[in-house]
């Protein structure tokens, strides 16, 4: 199975930015289409954003437009999400996910079936 570790996440201010990171020690990501998910106390998970195997499909939700940016580098099996223009809503724990999909990608968390711990992320002055 597919083993996910994220990372980058923190304690930031309004209007500040981050990057988490998501990353595969025992296969590379070549394959597999990664989303972007997050979960604040109280509240349903949102599926953030995604990218496909090759990073052609990228998509994000409407929250997060022009703000988040997803990307990913295959030759170093990590996924990145650059967030910027961070807001106290931002604030959860988020998680990156993993499927076998060869085009696309999908913001729903029941297309994944390799998910990592999460990472917190907290805006707040």
């Known amino acids: 199975q597919l083993q996910l570790a994220e990372s980058g996440g923190g304690l930031v201010q309004p209007g500040g930015s981050l990057r988490l990171s998501c990353v595969t020690s025992?296969?590379?990501?070549?394959?597999?289409?990664v989303g972007w998910f997050r979960q604040a106390p109280g509240k349903e998970r949102e599926g953030v954003s995604c990218?496909?195997?090759?990073?052609?499909?990228?998509n994000y939700a409407d929250s997060v437009k022009g703000r988040f940016t997803v990307s990913r580098d295959n030759a170093k099996s990590t996924v990145y999400l650059q967030m910027n223009s961070l807001k106290p809503e931002d604030t959860g724990v988020y998680y990156c996910?993993?499927?076998?999909?060869?085009?696309?990608?999908?913001?729903?968390?029941?297309?994944?079936?390799?998910w990592g711990h999460g990472t917190q992320v907290t805006v707040t002055s």
């Open positions: 996910a993993a499927v076998t999909r060869s085009l696309a990608c999908s913001r729903s968390g029941n297309e994944y079936d390799n």
């Open positions: 025992r296969f590379n990501l070549d394959f597999y289409a």
């Open positions: 990218i496909s195997a090759k990073g052609v499909y990228i």
